[in-house]
């Protein structure tokens, strides 16, 4: 990939590059930590927000630290395989997608929930499309991870 950059930024390819792959890994080291812990305790109803005391968020940064922790542990052990690690997280996001998507659509078809903003039959045919297609890809992935 450095070397496809080698006509636009010459010498400096592998540089840029790898300064750009070296962002990309810390900005998703601090996003995804804080999301996830925003995430569920937004949905579980407890108090949330980086603007808060450890005491009066606790279960929010107990769940941030966690994930960092969880995610540092494949790391400290360079014996483990990252690829299969990889591979297999993956192949568990596609599984999991059309199951997401289904409860996607079930909230928007609350009328109290969404007001005027509920989605037009039109809508949610393409939805339900594109939910079916990508269920079918996940069994295809599923198969061929097998």
Known sequence: A?????PVAGQFALLLFSTGLFAASLLGCFALPVATAYALSEALGWEHGLNHHFHKAKAFYSIFTLVLIFGAIPVIFPQLPLWRAIILSQTLNGILLPVILVFIS???????LMGQWQPG???????WLMTLGVAALSVFLLF???
Not at 106 to 112: D, F, S, T, V, Y
Not at 121 to 127: E, K, M
């Open 2 to 6: 450095a070397a496809s950059l080698k």
């Open 106 to 112: 079930i909230l928007l078809a609350n009328k109290r």
């Open 121 to 127: 039959r039109l809508h949610r045919f393409v939805f």
């Open 144 to 146: 061929s991870a097998i």
